[in-house]
């Protein structure tokens, strides 16, 4: 006899229901019922196609159909009772279509099985987060554009080390950040291609006697083909860790532009202004503006990459097919997908409500012998001195401006004939920052001219 407690879905070989321990650690209904309208859409696709390939009637198709529809309406409508001891989401939508429609309910589980139901509906949610991914970056991407062509030629000190190294543009520093979120978008682009093959019909490891199409399902979802090898396809994760691998790599550019913005916005740099909509106060101290905003999307890169360290060990030693491990995929990925969406949506809004303060800019983009290349470079140009020997003449006249606490271009023609007597008047010409910056029109330069066409072949290809 089948004790009444055991579980309605395989009651036939137990005596008893599981311990409450058992349940609590089973159960995955707590966070995979975000993935209810996956499994209900793979369902409807799965009873459609079973009544094309005339495995199931045309009636208990059309009975499975609008009762997976009203199973939606509840969810949906927050009316639906989630049950634990009917552990995750395939279960709990299949039971409530049963206590709906009754006996045909029975005849969807036809030709598959939870394990290919399971990463049917994951990969369609990690699908739809790849496309909200790829608006969030295209929003992030535009606004950036946007900031570039504004301060295309405001000058300001480019850093190595964090230290003042060559007056670059603003507009050149925002395109960096649209080169690295436009190769999060190709991942992402190139992640979701590669994923888009249908698990569905691989059933529980082996494939299935009954006369599936597995080419329906596919298209019915949005697949473009059905994935070739049933015991892959119910083991496959790769999808999930690609994402995580992109979301990694993304919310480390988000980190370090975060990092840049918290430095441009201090009292000491004051190169940034952010908007009070993204910015917060100090309870004690007045004068505080904090940039909460940036600080958090530097932290979110913590959790990210731990969710992809997390499932990478999760993954890493299971024999095919399916393992239960596998149902720790879940809580990675739904969180990972949520604070990296976040912190998209924050960069876009402080990058849009940024002010970049041009003054403060200009006044540190000449300070530090930022123009120390380019007096070098001209003594190479002008008067056919080898670098190496140009550098050591400049060296000598930093130091020279730096024991008098001036810049270069304070010291006298005389000071610097005293050094290098070939040196003429033209060299006033290439020490302003704006002289420096111009000059630099080599491909994906920092001059004006060379940011304005990269902003104008970004819009081209975001357009096309
Ligand atoms: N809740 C399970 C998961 O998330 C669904 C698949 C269970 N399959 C099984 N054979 N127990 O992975």
Known sequence: MTDQSSNQMWGGRFAAGPDAIMEAINASIGFDKRMAAQDIAGSRAHAAMLAAAGVITDNDAEAIREGLLTVLSEIEGGTFQFSTALEDIHMNVEARLKEIIGEPAGRLHTGRSRNDQVATDFKLWVRDQLDAAESGLLALIRALLSQAEAGADWVMPGFTHLQTAQPVTWGHHMMAYVEMFGRDLSRVRDA?????ESPLGAAALAGTSFPIDREMTAKALGFDRPAANSLDAVSDRDFALEFLSVASISAVH??????????????????????????????????KKNPDAAELIRAKVGRIFGANTA??????????????????????????????ML???????????????????????????????????????????????????????????????????????????????????????VLGVENSVNSRMSYGGTAPAQVRAQVARWREILAG
């Open 192 to 196: 979701r291609a590669r994923m888009n």
């Open 254 to 287: 988000l980190s370090r532009f975060a990092e840049e913005l918290v430095i441009w916005s201090s009292a000491q740099f004051r190169f940034v202004t952010l908007s009070d909509r993204f910015s917060t106060g100090s309870s004690i101290m007045p004068q």
């Open 311 to 340: 499932l990478m060990m999760v993954m890493k030693g299971l024999p095919l097919a399916y393992s239960k491990d596998m149902q720790e995929d879940k809580e990675q990925v739904f969180d990972a997908a949520d604070n990296w």
């Open 343 to 429: 912190a998209l949506a924050a960069m876009e809004g402080m990058v849009k409500d940024m002010t970049g303060n041009r003054e403060s800019l200009a006044a540190a983009a000449g300070s530090g012998f930022s123009t120390a290349t380019d007096l070098a470079d001209w003594m190479v140009r002008v008067l056919k001195v080898p670098f190496r020997d140009a550098h050591h003449v400049t060296g000598t006249l930093v130091a020279m401006a730096e024991s008098r606490g001036c810049d270069l271009p304070d010291l006298s023609l005389a000071d610097m004939q005293g050094v290098h007597e070939g040196i003429t008047d033209d060299i006033f010409s």
